[in-house]
């Protein structure tokens, strides 16, 4: 696995769209950006409404690109970003591990998600501000407990010192990536080398009003412990 970065004429063979979801505050935006621009701000700013950033990488020789949309996690926002959902294949769960309400209301945010985006799409519990350990509120166990029961990933992070965020990112990325890339081999089989398979690549970017063209299948893997 890649994480290299690619020119902007190399050809995108997929497109992810990846979603950001969890209460205000719990360091959504500030994983983003140390992902897709190693940056990190003690000043942050709530996010008003819903942006996204990119970041194209290579996995298994693949150009991918991922499209990252960051919800605000205010309630007064939430009928806005539902719309955003739609056409995501992945999604991050994040709580702060110092605020036990943030992982309380994770059951809500999850229950949003699977009502709005595809049943299939990948979803990581992400256990956010690994660094505030001394103030931890929120065990480890607890939400590996919840993460199992619900058939998620799980991974703690720290926007701050750039632990797991890479990590994280990039293993829903592969994850997806695995699923479609069987299912381009399973439309091969089927269709021939001209088949069906080319509809699962060059994505379309999801923007509102676009219809997705891409879906992926979740399935057990090791990573959810």
Known sequence: MSNLQVNFNQKIDYVFKIVLIGDSAVGKSQLLARFARNEFSLDSKATIGVEFQTKTIVIDHKTIKAQIWDTAGQERYRAVTSAYYRGAVGAMLVYDISKRQSFDHIAKWLEE??????????????????????????????????????????????????????????????EIY???????????????????ASLLKGTKIVVPGQEPELQARSSGCCSRS
Request: proline share 1%.
């Open 178 to 196: 695995r699923i479609v890339s069987k299912k381009s081999l399973v439309a091969n089989d089927e269709h021939g080398s001209g088949g069906n």
């Open 113 to 174: 998600l699977r009502e709005h985006a595809d049943s299939n799409t990948i979803i990581m519990l992400v256990g956010n501000k690994s660094d505030l350990e001394t103030l931890r509120a929120v065990p480890t166990e607890d939400a590996k407990e919840f993460a199992q029961k619900e058939n998620l990933f799980f991974m703690e992070t720290s926007a701050l010192e750039s632990t797991n965020v890479e990590s994280a990112f990039l293993s829903v990325l592969t």
